[in-house]
């Protein structure tokens, strides 16, 4: 597959006027491929071919869809090393993390088209009429349906598995409506194979031009001008808190308002029990430090804050943290301006009076490395600064000092809501822990103990997702297969003559769905 | 149970200084009872006590809180004829549609009972773990937990099943959510009746305080700071499009926003076919009549737009109609504010000069009475004229004359999203009902075919919801089974010991729950 840096329409490749290029990060330099800067026009296009796909898209039998979603997988992995090497040069991520996301990438795909066959998605649910009853009851049968077409932003930090075909976009095709990806500009190139691969599987599943649309490009005004489109139902977003609100402010103000589905801002907290920390202390400091250090901390699962009582327990953790810091060295970041970004956070708590440094990772002179970072406060000082609670992009992290177990729950109680929340104890600690794990629920989508946040299972009872700002709708999950049902909608059909009734509904049960009739699920 | 204008602050009674009387419509003139206007200190006290309530409240066993609705039910029963009275004295609706709706009240209450004990709606989800794997897999267990404390407000068109106890508050309740009830300013004597069944059923069960409360007042500021309360996480909503959008826009600008679920405005287009028109045109003007006047057609569901192609069978079926619409009695609407509302809008349409009227209801000097009004205007003057569309909440409807079934689809197609969507069709007008029906399930949460849109049943199929403007999000439903998952969210539990799982999730499934495991429901 070649790049040459079009806007992808459908099955149509574009051609622009202004062109960005992308920057490898581990040089700073940037990169020979030019890519075009899709315009609002550009926006428009792919918008209304999204729109004239939904009828036949959308009501397309399930198995069809997950010959589709598997061929999407297939086609990615028959792009082959290009795809790593584009994605290393544009990312700076490494060989074997890359290897994995591709795999992590292909399995959601194929994880959807399960999904997809065992139908559980379409929820169908039949009351049937009683026409003896006073008064009689129609004949009343529901099926979720595609919310319509969705935008999905690319994510910085995951090129592949949440970026073009990535989760949001996997679970929306899913869901039956059509897809218009706004690239990441950090990646364009791996976009752009990704894209083209979508669009090879598209068209030889035969599915309608539109199904997907690929838009390069650099502007937030291209963002916000996708979200306003009013063919656009949904949006799918990984991002930071202040683009994510952004997006939720453009949808917001449309004349019809639509969701989005924004994952933002999560700071992770670990709350370490005093057994755990007397009984091993120092491989809770090493494990923390490789959960922090994992690709540079630009997870969005980052153990940001560490809360724990004072003494010398904690203090052996963070020595033991502090050496596994020193032991690494400095990883490229994803892009010089979240390295800036970074470097601007780790000054701020560095300049910050209530915080304390503890500890620092290796600096280098070469661009865009991420020298880690850990600090420490104290309990009443992360409760007086909100600065304090705010997510650092990359490997910083807070120890939060506590007097005692009253103090540990008064943090907590603080938080903000979280995508995760971990709790570090041994048997000894059940009863505090029994106490804390109801608060750290209703504070996170994913509770976890004796283990890190970073790496996330993609499986049915997976949710990363959490209440604001971890994301801006805390009933939904964006890894799973629940993520599908941010794309659907339920709709009854009352009285409606069997024929006429989408298949999912008929009275033979063609697709030979799982259904709940008068309330029970058949067997 | 005696009527004396409190607040309830959870089982407290609080008096006031500022009150106000409610009106009977069919006089004009106010009631005897003077009500307190609760302030912004109450709502702070009730949310207060909602959030202190929640971690025993949501972690009931789900038969506990079965038990609670089913007692709230029973409660509402026991209050005996004083309901009746008391509601048909600040409503103006007869009887029998009263006892009507108290049976579908308690109907509702006991259906999310059934469904508590069920099951389902937990959602419990295990992957285990997989520790050969490699990398090995965590213990993935998922379960919906309840949102948070909810604010209710108490629709004006049903006093009883979409007020104080109400669909709202029985699914937030059911969901494990404490419910904060802002009353319907029109009805409170039958709001603080309900409010103490409610409460009396609460005590009975040994629900912690602060499990419900209940706020009378008649100014916009109290449901604004309710819904600002940050203690609130979700709000439910039944009334007028300005309302519900006045509502979500405070719930946005929180530093923390929550969903409203607002069911706002909907004209619930009937699309009369030609061979429909051609044999049955009487029969259809008088079943339209009847639902245009239904409980003076304040009904979220009322028919407010008629499409159809021009032609005999179409003036035949408006004869009809008004020969209907001239026989019944102009029937007392629910409040003064409501009647002068219709009022203008009927005038509206009068000195509309793109609509001209078809015929008109009786008219009589009684104070509040409904006097129905059929327009007619040209499918070019309606997708021209915004303002058609809008719904005129009340007994007046639209008959857009069409040229051919491309202008039925071209008007189809320029509707805002509604509740409902109905077809009338004979089996001659099979293909044109095949054209149109996924036209009308793009627009609509209930596509229904040779029936009436108002009557909406409460099962697990029924959706009453739809896209904007209808609700504010047309992911959900607020009448059905479905209901309850407004005010869910999912939560992962990754390796917690088993001791200290919800017993949701325990291995040994206490609550006998339907689960799945790996993918697969549980036989």
Same mark, same amino acid.
């Given at each position: ?31 020979? #491929? ?52 584009? /994605? ?6 490494? $060989? /074997? ?11 959601? %795909? ?37 919310? *319509? ?5 690319? @994510? ?39 894209? $083209? ?17 690929? %838009? ?7 963002? /916000? @001008? ?14 930071? $808190? ?55 901390? !630009? ?34 970041? %994803? ?26 990772? #290796? ?22 600064? $909100? ?22 729950? #008064? ?20 009863? *505090?822990?029994?106490? %804390? ?6 504070? @996170? ?24 700002? @971890? ?22 059909? !009352? ?10 509904? !008929? ?17």
């Amino acid at each position: 597959m070649t790049i040459d840096g079009s806007i992808l329409i459908g099955a149509r490749a574009v051609r622009c006027s202004a062109t960005f290029h992308a920057v490898n990060p581990a040089t700073g330099e940037a990169l020979p #491929q030019a890519y075009c800067e899709a315009t609002a026009e550009d926006v428009a296009q792919a918008c209304a071919l999204a729109e004239a796909a939904i009828p036949l898209f959308a009501a397309l039998e399930p198995e069809r869809r997950a010959q589709f979603l598997e061929a999407v997988a297939d086609a990615i992995v028959a792009i082959g090393d290009d795809l790593i090497t584009t /994605a290393m040069a544009e990312t700076g991520l490494p $060989r /074997a993390r890359l290897e994995n996301e591709r795999g992590r990438t292909t399995g959601q %795909l194929r994880m959807f088209a399960s999904e997809l066959r065992k139908g559980e998605w379409l929820d169908v649910t039949i009351d049937p009429a009683l026409p003896e009853r006073a008064p009689p009851r129609a004949d009343l049968r529901r099926m979720n349906v595609a919310l *319509g077409p969705v935008a999905v932003f690319g @994510a910085s930090n995951f090129p592949l598995a949440f970026s073009v075909a990535g989760g949001d976009t996997a679970s929306a095709l899913a869901a039956g409506c059509p897809v218009v990806v706004k690239g990441h500009p950090a990646h364009p190139g791996t976009g752009e194979l990704v894209a $083209r691969a979508v669009l090879a599987a598209a068209a030889a599943c035969g599915l309608p031009d539109g199904t997907f649309s690929f %838009l390069p490009g650099t502007s937030n005004d291209l963002g /916000a @001008a996708l979200v306003a489109d009013p063919r656009i139902k949904a949006a799918g977003f990984t991002g930071s $808190r202040s683009g994510g609100l952004a997006l939720v402010a453009v949808a917001a103000a449309r004349s019809e308002p639509i969701p989005v589905f924004a994952e933002m801002s999560s700071i992770n907290p670990v709350v370490l029990l005093p057994q755990a920390l007397a009984s091993r202390a120092e491989a809770l400091g090493t494990g923390f430090a490789g959960s922090l250090m994992l690709g540079a901390g !630009q997870f969005c699962t980052n153990p940001g804050v560490v809360i724990a009582i004072d003494g010398p327990g904690l203090d052996r953790f963070v020595a033991s943290a502090a050496e596994a810091m020193a032991a690494a060295e400095p990883p490229v970041m %994803l892009t010089p301006g979240i390295h800036a970004n970074y470097a601007a956070g780790v000054a701020a708590l560095d300049a910050n009076p209530a915080a304390h440094a503890l500890a620092h990772g #290796q600096t280098t002179s070469a661009p865009t490395r991420c020298t880690a970072a850990l600090f420490e406060t104290t309990a009443a000082a992360f409760l007086a600064d $909100r600065a304090l609670g705010h997510e650092v992009f990359g490997a910083a992290s807070l120890v939060v000092r506590c007097a005692d177990m009253a103090e540990v729950a #008064q943090v907590v109680a603080g938080l903000e809501g979280q995508l995760s929340a971990t709790i570090h104890m041994d048997d000894a600690d059940s009863a *505090g822990a029994a106490a %804390l794990l109801p608060m750290l629920q209703a504070k @996170a989508g994913r509770v976890l103990a004796n283990g890190w946040p970073t790496g996330v299972e993609v499986c049915p009872a997976m949710v990363h997702g959490g209440p604001f700002p @971890a994301t801006s709708d805390a009933r939904t999950t964006s890894v799973g297969t629940l993520a599908m049902a941010r794309f659907l909608r339920p709709v009854c059909y !009352q009285d409606i003559a069997d024929a006429l009734l989408p298949p999912a509904l !008929q009275a033979t049960n063609p697709w030979q769905l799982p259904r709940t009739i008068e309330g029970e699920r058949e067997a």
